[in-house]
């Protein structure tokens, strides 16, 4: 999208632009993601009315013209002379001369005042009117008035005056008539020049647009300057031209006031005027003579190629004020006097001009709508965009707040339907979409603010646990002293049954080997019952053999006697022996047969205390890795307490 007009670094998308913008489409807002939506200029679209640089804080739009490539080519040797627009003398009244003759000493040729080719275009006009009976039409020496209308209004294309402007009028009046065949350079107020210079029906006549701003610039930078120079050829009220109704006070001058012309300039209003009365025009319904139309509301005096610092002064229409005054103080000669009545002024122009063939400084128009054609969109395609925009309800789509820089909610979709804007310049969607982040902020923030009082009672909890772990670490830690103490107390019990054990064991081994003994001293005895018996019947034996004795067997009586009393005395103590072996038999039988089940139940109790022993050992184990379990949900709970906190 090339352009004479475009943007810089500087644009933060305040949609100032595109709000004093009449052409739909020159102005696009790029969305970037970024924090400002970039607004650049569509050349096609782009009549280069200046109004965004009047808009524009932030200094984000700059221009193009040839003051560049002018002053290169003079360094070249280019042969070029100028056409200097009646401005300048009133823009620079105290630099004019020397900035001339600074440029006459660079190698420019021949200058011409285009004041002189505005009295031609005055001439033009009126002769044309008059040949024609040309009512009603619109001027054309602003170019961003023909710019917007073979853009945006083509219709009203037969309507534009097809006399050239005074820029044109003074550069065929050069070639054709002054015989200079340099190339020329237009010292201009006015970016929109340059597209009246390269548009193809102007026949390359001028090849530079140097604009006021950029040429004196230039001159600064440079030190340019000379002996004073002026411009050649005298000219008359066209020195009128750059204010605000020039040409209608030109024609006022000539024709009288009785004639009835539409002044009109200022860039929004003027288009706005041209809309609203394009049927009247096209059908030449309008009571005016012309309307004499300046998209500048200062007129080219205060041009989009001026110093803005001197168009905020007054100054330069002063000078030119002054410039019309000595003009209308011309002799009786002149076409300009003011001493002349309008038809004697009239007919001196006439006079003055009757060499030159109008069919010379006649123009032609292109219709250049294709370029600029804005679709409209249907019911349809506007409910999608305003659906999209958030924009649900008849009043959200009448808010016309003209944020984005369209005046209606309506032109903003259509300008978003050709691709020209995008929702999110619109405040109502980014409203919208705060809204809905409100909502949702405020969603999470209750959501985190339950989550934070769930953490809170989780942190208590946890808190609670960790006291609880304390606890079961300290249980623990006393049921492993007391099971350590208890595995101590099992093993030496286990030692102590084991003793116990063994000496039931070896007083099993003793009961045994004493039922040997009484069983000896058994066996014993009932052979001393044996003998005692042998011994009673040898006794009695001998107590009958001393019987028969007589007395001499009377101690061997004696003695027989005593032997059977010592053998009744052995058997009963042999009996009583037996008696007596039989009753500790017995006892010992009890004893063995008790020994036996005490070493079964200390063969239950040794295995219950090993069993005891062995399970205070997993008990040991179990309780190891409760520690370590204990210790692992510590850390656990401590990492979750860090992360909530």
Not at 503 to 527: H, Q, Y
Not at 579 to 596: A, F, L, P, R
């Amino acid at each position: 999208m090339s352009s004479l007009i475009f943007t810089n670094s500087n644009c933060v998308g305040c949609n100032k632009c595109i709000k004093v913008c009449s052409c739909m489409g020159a102005n696009i807002s790029e969305y970037t993601g970024a924090e400002y939506s970039r607004i650049n200029v569509d050349g096609d679209r782009c009549i280069a009315c200046g109004a965004c640089f009047d808009a524009c804080e932030h200094n984000a739009r700059e221009y193009n013209d040839d003051t560049e490539r002018f002053f290169a080519d003079l360094k070249k040797g280019e042969k070029i002379s100028i056409l200097i627009a009646p401005a300048f003398k009133a823009n620079y009244p105290g630099q004019y001369e020397s900035v001339l003759g600074g440029l006459k000493k660079l190698g420019v040729r021949r200058m011409i005042s285009v004041s002189f080719g505005a009295d031609i275009t005055t001439w033009g006009y009126i002769n044309y009117i008059q040949k024609n009976n040309f009512l009603g039409g619109i001027s054309q020496p602003c170019p961003a008035v023909v710019g917007y209308i073979e853009r945006y209004m083509p219709e009203l294309i037969p309507n534009l005056f097809p006399v050239q402007s005074p820029m044109m009028c003074t550069a065929i009046y050069a070639k054709k008539e002054m015989g200079i065949n340099d190339k020329l350079a237009f010292i201009s107020p006015c970016i929109a020049k340059k597209n009246e210079i390269d548009d193809p029906n102007n026949k390359g006549y001028v090849s530079y647009n140097v604009t006021f701003e950029h040429l004196m610039k230039y001159v600064k930078e440079n030190h340019i300057s000379g002996p004073s120079c002026v411009d050649e050829i005298e000219y008359g009220l066209g020195s009128l031209y750059p204010m605000p109704g020039g040409l209608k006070e030109n024609v006022y001058w000539l024709l009288g006031e009785s004639v009835f012309i539409r002044q009109i300039e200022g860039e929004k209003r003027m288009y706005n005027f041209l809309k609203v009365n394009k049927d009247r025009i096209s059908k030449k319904k309008t009571p005016f003579l012309f309307i004499d139309a300046l998209n500048c509301e200062n007129g080219c005096i205060c041009g989009t190629g001026t110093n803005p610092e001197i168009s905020e002064t007054d100054d330069a229409l002063y000078a030119l004020l002054r410039i019309r005054e000595s003009v209308k103080n011309f002799d009786k000669n002149s076409a300009w006097s003011k001493a002349l009545t309008p038809e004697q002024r009239m007919e001196k122009l006439n006079k003055q001009f009757a060499k030159l063939n109008l069919n010379d400084y006649l123009r032609k128009y292109t219709d250049r709508s294709k370029d600029a054609r804005v679709k409209e969109p249907t019911s349809a395609d506007l409910e999608k965009i305003f659906t999209d925009m958030k924009k649900t309800d008849k009043a959200s789509r009448e808010i016309n707040c003209s944020c984005c820089g369209y005046d209606t909610c309506k032109d903003m979709a259509t300008a978003i339907f050709n691709g020209f804007n995008h929702k999110y310049n619109c405040v109502h969607y980014l409203k919208s979409e705060i809204e809905e982040e409100k909502n949702i902020a405020n969603q999470i923030l209750e959501e985190k603010k339950a989550i934070s009082m769930h953490q809170d009672e989780m942190l208590r909890t946890i808190e609670t646990i960790n006291e609880h772990f304390e606890s079961l670490r300290n249980s623990v830690d006393s049921m492993k002293a007391e099971n350590e103490k208890n595995a101590e107390e099992s093993t030496a019990i286990a030692g102590e049954v084991d003793e116990v054990a063994k000496f039931c064991e070896n007083l099993d081994a003793s009961m045994a080997e004493i039922l040997g003994f009484l069983k000896e001293l058994s066996d014993n005895n009932e052979k001393v019952v044996s003998i005692a018996s042998k011994t009673n019947l040898l006794a009695l034996n001998a107590s009958i053999e001393a019987a028969r004795a007589g007395d001499a067997g009377r101690g061997f009586a004696v003695v027989a006697g005593e032997i059977n009393n010592l053998a009744g005395s052995s058997k009963e103590t042999a009996a009583d022996s037996s008696k007596n072996n039989s009753q500790i038999q017995t006892s010992i039988n009890v004893i063995v047969e008790d020994t036996k089940k005490l070493l079964g139940v200390i063969d239950g109790v040794n295995k219950r205390t090993k069993n005891l022993a062995d399970a205070t050992e997993d008990i040991a184990a179990a309780t190891d890795k409760i520690m370590d379990n204990v210790e692992s949900v510590k850390r656990e709970l401590a990492n979750l307490v860090a992360s909530n906190s």
